[in-house]
Each structure stands twice: as C-alpha cells, then as structure tokens.
C-alpha cells in the first residue's frame, strides 16, 4: 500500500478523534476501513497488468503467550478476510507457536499492518477485563473476549471488502471485471497453499468457556482497522 494512500486513511482517524460526536466519530471510521479495502483493490487490478509486481509467498508469525492461540485466530481470521490463507503451527497444551499467513504479497501487507495495529489495541483491553460472574476464571473470561474481539473485526472487514468490490463493479483490468480478477487470485492463492501445505486439514473449532464473547465483540466493533497506532520499531518485531 501506498504511503499516501496510508496518510490519507490516518487523517480520517484523526479527524474521527477530534469528532464532536460518536456518530461522528464512527463516519469517520467507516470512511477509513472502506479506504483501506479499496487500496487492496487497487493492487490487485495493478497487479493483473504487471503479474510480476505482486508475488504469492509466505510469512512466518510468531505468536507468543498469553493467549497465543486466541492471538492466533485473530491473524488467522485476518489474513482469511483479505484474502490469504493462514497456518496454525500449534504446540503443546492448545498453545500456537506461529501462524504463517500465504498470500500475495500486497495483501499480507495489508494483514500484517491490521493485526500488528489489532494486536496491540486487543492486549491494552485484555488485560483489565475480569469476569463479571463469581468464581469465573478470569483466564477464560478473557479467551473468550478475545475471540468475540476477532470474530466481530472479520466481520467488519469482511463487509469493507465485500463493500469495496461492489463499488468497483464497472471497473476492471483491461479485459475482466474487479469480480473475476478478484476471484482468479483467490483461486491462484488457493492452489499455491494446496501444493505448499498438501497435508493440511480444517482447524479444530475453538471450545471455549468463559462468558467475555459479548464484550469482546463489542470491542472489536470500536477497533481502528487502519493500523494507525504502529511504529515502524513495532511492525519490524512482529515479522521478525
């Protein structure tokens, strides 16, 4: 993505920080999502001109306790928004050691600068929440707020995507629609991690117990989507 492209999205939160309203403040948000997911287009179309601009490969995450497989999903459920695929490299006792997220290269772009900026706006929340129920572990509270956390960013980023495609309807490479571009890559994407990770099987459907999915979520409907509050220091760690 382009640094102008990134500095326009960042001026919309900036303006939505000084918003005199929540409404306000939220409009403003919206206008940055739906920027950013258009940008993802416009790679994609100019990477259907020039194909050997924007490459399909591989990134290695490491994920770190506490909550690394919850730290997992969140990556996971990314990279799936924005059209990559994600391996869970589990250890021991339901931990994950890393996730490697394939895809072409502008979209992992994209997801490793969402989730290092969720990352961190997740981590500054986790650690103040406590169950509201007597005697539930707080542990599991917070699996379960983390996971609300991730499932309700796929759904907005889900839905910025979808909205992006359908605003570029008339637009295409020369020769396809944005929809048939879109989707080649898609399928592209799909047969390289079928002959990269021949062996891998579905993800086990997270069980968890504690009662901070709500809550989780609703945090997840606030958070900034534009990665505004990395540093370059920051994303260095995250792909190292």
Known sequence: ?????LDTVRKLLAKADRAATPDEAQA?????VELMARHGIDDALLAAADPGRDEIGAQQIAMDDPYSAGKARLLAWTASALRC??????????????????????DRE???????SLLLQAGSQLLRQRPARPGES??????????????????RLTE?????????AGTSDGHRPVALVLADRSARVERAYAEAFPRMGRARRAML???????????????????SALTPRTRRALGA
Do not use: Q
């Not at 993505?1 to 492209?5: L, V």
């Not at 117990?209 to 990665?227: C, H, K, V, Y």
């Open 1 to 5: 993505m382009g640094a102008d492209k």
């Open 28 to 32: 403003y948000t919206a206008k940055a």
């Open 85 to 106: 695929r994600a391996v869970l490299h589990e250890a021991w006792g339901g931990k994950v050691a890393a996730v490697t997220v394939f895809g072409f290269a502008s």
């Open 110 to 116: 994209r997801v490793e600068l969402l989730y290092t």
């Open 138 to 155: 707080v542990a599991a509270y917070r699996r379960s707020w983390l996971h609300g956390f991730a499932v309700e960013v796929h759904r």
């Open 160 to 168: 910025a995507e979808a909205g992006a495609v359908a605003e570029h």
């Open 209 to 227: 117990s504690g009662s901070g999915f709500r809550a989780g979520a609703a945090a997840g409907e606030r958070a900034d989507l534009d990665g």
